[in-house]
């Protein structure tokens, strides 16, 4: 693996203080609570699908106050030994980027902090198709700051605005397969998005309009396999139909926060889609 891990390694954080407290984006509503046992169930089973799949999974600790630390994706952007830490957009996430930086360091990653006034909302906006780095801005990340990482990076960003509050990170409308494959939800790009994806990714599958507000794009992808919500059998089917196979499993506590498979998880070794050069 790239970066010193020996498998393909997964950062996860068990969701003991999972719930809706607050409301910073149109899923969440304190009067629509998450049901504490359930969630803690369909976590244990997702995590039990990567450790199937042989995945080395990390646990960071989960901390009371602060709800959304089991969406490690929003963790930081990992680039080899190297972590971009989040600079979160709402003060309700802003005391899980000490507790990341701690992790970070503990298992030997360097941390970078962006320059003030950069939002960032790492692996939630910021994803590699090839050595491409796919940049959503607008709802929590600054596309300044996504040029700033491309740059530390020494890699190509394009950016991409985003223009449906419900799909307010990239990883909710955006998921690349492979160096040349992606899926993705039109409807949360605009015309210069949409054009430029198509022009960047070869092999660009639409999902099915229903499908993505299950959150289907937001999935995992480990090697030939991803892993999703339930709900989707439309994408699996066009996953099945290029090769990949699938695992469906619930995750409907998490969409009440807006998050599923993919929120849940960052990869520590690399993204499976990218192609790190230099
Ligand atoms: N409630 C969280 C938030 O609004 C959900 C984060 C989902 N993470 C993701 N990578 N899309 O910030």
Redesign the pocket.
């Known amino acids: 693996m790239g970066n010193g891990f020996e498998r393909l390694a997964i950062l996860m954080c068990p969701p003991d203080y999972f719930g809706i407290e607050y409301e ?2 149109p ?2 509503s304190r009067s629509r609570q998450s049901d504490h046992d359930e969630a803690v169930r369909q976590w244990q089973a997702l995590r039990e699908v990567f450790d199937r799949l042989g995945v080395d999974i990390r646990e960071m600790e989960p901390k009371p106050g602060l ?2 630390l089991v ?1 490690t ?2 963790a930081g952007l990992i680039h080899r030994q190297t972590v971009y830490l989040s600079r ?1 957009r ?1 003060a309700a ?1 802003q005391g899980e980027t000490p507790l990341n930086k701690e992790w970070f360091e503990s298992a030997g990653f360097e941390p970078i902090e962006l320059p003030e006034g950069f939002d960032f ?5 910021a994803l590699f198709c090839g050595e491409t780095l796919f940049a959503g801005y607008i709802f ?1 990340s600054h596309a300044n700051a996504m040029q700033w990482v491309g740059d530390q990076i020494g890699c190509r960003v394009i950016p991409l605005q985003l223009v449906d509050e419900r799909y ?2 990239l ?2 409308c955006f998921c690349p397969l492979d160096a040349e494959t992606a899926i993705y939800h039109p409807a949360a790009f605009d015309d210069y998005g949409r054009s430029a994806l198509e022009a960047a990714v070869p092999k660009l599958i639409a999902v099915d309009p229903v499908e993505a507000q299950r959150f289907c794009c ?1 999935a995992v992808v480990i090697g030939r396999h991803v892993v999703l919500n339930t709900g989707c059998p439309l994408l699996e089917q066009s996953l099945h139909d290029i090769g990949f196979d699938t695992t469906a499993t619930p995750l409907d506590e998490f969409l009440k ?4 498979a ?2 849940l998880t960052l990869r520590l070794d690399g993204e499976e889609a990218a192609v790190w050069s230099g």
């Open positions: 910073i984006n899923w969440m709800p959304d969406f994706a929003n979160f709402h996430r909302e790492g692996a939630g906006d929590r307010y990170h990883d909710t937001n926060a807006g998050g599923s993919k929120c």
